[in-house]
């Protein structure tokens, strides 16, 4: 407890005498005489109503992880310099968020009003400000996944859910195919000579891109041998289906177009001068990223070029689609936002000081994942940036939305879940022993994510029903 008092007595640059934790509980701060009506009212307030780091009637009280309350200036300003412990237990905080005490702030103002006292008013732009780059991390406990499936010998590179069934692909040159009410495996395909990238899933079949410049096409029934579409001279890295047809993105610098019913390749797009890194959908078009800087678009039906997006001046690496908007996400540190109709560069989102290498569009925002170790929130009505989030320690490597959460995964080897509505980390999840590189859900109301890691495991997640309590 001395250690704590001599924390706080040069946190306050007050006299020792003036500093005691153990006070606030039964003499909340002795204040010199008073002549002012006020501030003999003022000192006579009921200990709880006062911060046990000022002595002060708190205006703004806050909760803290270690469930004590204090004044939100003041907890801030301890936070600031670099504290991480709770000023009157002296424990290690779980987490540095402060959540609104609204009880007893309800009580402080009734009261003040009775006593004829004037409060401070409150500092709305605290809670609702985009942090800056040296704000306090906020982090949670972790907790290990519900399970970790081991398989693959090497990193996974996709990972797709359709019903109970997880597919997951590895540079071990193998799908394997898990049982996500059992989480087990429960089948191994193995045709493709070189690693798998991709996989994409459609009319009951399932379609893999390897590095072997081969798609195999399984029956989702059956699993058997299966088709294989030739054709590229290079790795096929992205795979999409629309308009009964599949759409094979290529580190060849091609997008090959294949026939749903004969898989024949009806044509062979070449506009790109680089590699194809991703493909995306929007508008009755195909949005093709490439490692030239460039995004083209392909009328499906038609399979024309429509346009080439320009802008970037580095490699495009994410592409996503909303309803009438695509972003782009770039080597160059920049998300470009594309009316997905008139191809009209509408913003260029500037932030991030990294490249950026992960995009995903929830209800209300855009979120971009990047090198630099941040998640950016975009508000999508106003394409202005609405929140920075701080909490990995290593580059966002992947992201996706699944009840009510953003779920982010890291080269830090960890997965963690965001509250949406408050874009809180609620859940940081270890069990990973490399990078988590991809993420999967089925669908934004799933009770269960699922990640894909460089050291070929598989992590299997529970979605948090509501944010705990003490977070909320």
């Not at 040159?173 to 690693?195: A, F, G, N, S």
């Not at 790109?272 to 678009?297: E, I, M, N, W």
Request: glycine fraction near 6%; include cysteine.
């Amino acid at each position: 407890m001395n250690k704590i008092k001599q924390n706080l007595k040069a946190f306050l640059g007050r006299p020792e005498q003036d500093v005691d934790p153990q006070a606030s509980e039964t003499t909340p701060g002795a204040k010199p005489a008073s002549n002012n009506q006020a501030e003999v009212k003022k000192a006579d307030a009921p200990s709880v109503f006062c911060c046990p780091i000022c002595y002060e009637v708190m205006s703004d009280p806050v909760v803290l992880a270690t469930g004590h309350t204090y004044d939100r200036h003041c907890i801030q300003k301890w936070i600031a310099g670099g504290h991480r412990t709770c000023p009157v237990t002296g424990e290690r905080l779980r987490h540095l968020e402060h959540m609104p005490n609204f009880a007893l702030r309800n009580a402080v103002r009734e009261w003040a009003e009775q006593n004829g006292i004037e409060l401070k008013p409150l500092d709305v732009s605290s809670s609702t400000a985009v942090s800056p780059p040296d704000a306090p991390v906020t982090f949670t406990e972790p907790v290990p996944a519900q399970k970790i499936l081991q398989g693959h010998d090497e990193i996974v590179w996709a990972i797709e859910v359709s019903g109970r069934r997880l597919f997951s692909a590895s540079a071990d040159k193998t799908i394997r195919v898990w049982d996500v009410d059992q989480l087990r495996c429960v089948k191994v395909l193995e045709d493709h000579t070189r690693p798998v990238l991709s996989l994409a899933l459609s009319s009951g079949k399932l379609f893999s891109g390897s590095y072997d410049c081969s798609i195999r096409v399984w029956d989702l029934q059956t699993l058997s041998r299966p088709t294989i579409l030739e054709g590229h001279t290079d790795a096929v890295r992205a795979l999409t289906v629309a308009g009964g047809k599949l759409f094979s993105g290529s580190y060849d610098s091609t997008i090959r177009v294949w026939d749903m019913e004969t898989f024949l390749c009806i044509k062979i797009l070449q506009e790109h001068t680089g590699p194809v890194r991703t493909l995306a959908l929007a508008q009755g078009r195909v949005f093709s990223g490439s490692y030239d800087c460039t995004v083209c678009v392909w009328d499906i039906d038609k399979l024309e070029k429509v346009g080439t997006l320009e802008g970037h001046t580095e490699a495009v690496r994410a592409l996503a689609a909303g309803e009438k908007l695509v972003f782009s996400g770039s080597d160059d540190t920049c998300v470009r936002v594309w009316d997905a109709e008139t191809l009209e560069c509408l913003r260029v989102l500037k932030g991030h000081t990294d490249n950026v290498r992960v995009l995903a569009v929830g209800q209300n925002h855009l979120y971009s994942g990047s090198w630099d170790k941040t998640i950016h929130v975009w508000d999508l009505a106003s394409l202005d940036l609405h929140k920075v989030l701080y909490s990995h320690t290593e580059a966002v490597l992947a992201l996706t939305v699944a009840r009510g959460h953003l779920v982010s995964g890291s080269y830090d080897n960890t997965v963690q879940f965001w509250d949406l509505s408050s874009l809180r980390c609620v859940l940081k999840c270890e069990g990973h022993e490399d990078a988590v590189r991809v993420l999967a859900s089925a669908g934004e109301h799933s009770e269960k994510v699922f990640s894909g890691s460089y050291d070929g495991s598989i992590g299997c997640w529970k979605v948090p029903s509501e944010p705990p309590a003490s977070s909320r």
